[in-house]
């Protein structure tokens, strides 16, 4: 069964850091891209970063350029996004997605319609 699931979110004061992790199954890492995407209230779903499955290159919204990274363990079918820096703008809900449909496609895209399965999501909130 194909499935993604995303933990680590939670509650954190500005400048601070958080490691989202997006445990996934049904498939392995080093065949399809995987995305990060966060929605926050009344916007649209926007990509954050992105891996291909070769892991390299890896593509990331100018916004959290310096201040996200994204990574993966194909041992332990995970994909992690360390944050750090964060400010109230950074608030939403993240999610992880995979380009089901695209294996082994070089190059990963920031774009939410290239993504086929998607995760349930993870609340970041960033507060004072």
């Known amino acids: 069964q194909l499935q993604l699931v995303e933990s680590g979110g939670g509650l954190v004061q500005p400048g601070g850091s958080l490691r989202l992790s997006c445990a996934v199954s049904?498939?392995?890492?080093?065949?399809?891209?995987i995305g990060w995407f966060r929605q926050a209230p009344g916007k649209e779903r926007e990509g954050v970063l992105c891996?291909?499955?070769?892991?390299?290159?890896?593509y990331y919204k100018d916004s959290v350029k310096g201040r996200f990274t994204i990574s993966r363990d194909n041992a332990k079918n995970t994909v992690y996004l360390q944050m750090n820096s964060l400010n109230p703008e950074d608030t939403a809900v993240y999610y992880c997605a995979v380009a089901w449909d695209r294996p082994f496609v070089e190059i990963c895209l920031l774009d939410v319609h290239r993504y086929d399965i998607w995760g349930q999501g993870t609340q970041v909130t960033v507060s004072s």
């Open positions: 891996i291909p499955y070769r892991g390299w290159p890896t």
């Open positions: 049904g498939f392995t890492l080093d065949s399809y891209n």
